[in-house]
């Protein structure tokens, strides 16, 4: 769902429209400033992720399986299945609205 997500609550709705032409330029400039910091955050995620596996290297019991086997078993998802999750979750929302 990524930026849109919050500009879709506070642009008026029109039905198979594309909301881009409804933008100001100020928050189209917002729009570019979001992607460049969903960059910094896929980093940022990144190193969580390795920060994780770590950890769970530690996990006495886990230490045979695989990095998505520990995350299994615990039942996690990594960062980024988390991230998808929660803007799967943020379009049905959405489309309730709607």
Same mark, same amino acid.
């Given at each position: 769902?990524?930026?849109?997500? $919050?500009?879709?609550?506070? @642009?008026?709705?029109?039905?198979? $429209? !594309?909301? $881009?032409? @409804?933008?100001?330029?100020?928050? $189209? ?14 980093? !940022? +995620?990144? =190193? =969580? ?6 950890? +769970?290297?530690?996990?006495?019991? =886990? ?10 078993? @615990? ?8 991230? =998808?999750?929660? !803007? ?11």
């Amino acid at each position: 769902m990524g930026s849109w997500g $919050a500009l879709g609550r506070e @642009l008026p709705e029109v039905r198979g $429209a !594309d909301p $881009a032409p @409804l933008l100001s330029p100020g928050e $189209a400039h917002l729009e570019c400033s979001v992607q460049f910091w969903a960059l910094q955050e896929n980093r !940022d +995620m990144e =190193l =969580l992720e390795q920060v994780r596996q770590r950890t +769970m290297k530690i996990i006495k019991g =886990l230490e045979h399986l695989s990095y998505e086997e520990q995350l299994r078993e @615990l039942g996690l998802f990594s960062f980024q299945k988390s991230q =998808l999750r929660g !803007d799967l979750i943020n379009v049905c929302q959405y489309l309730k609205r709607g």
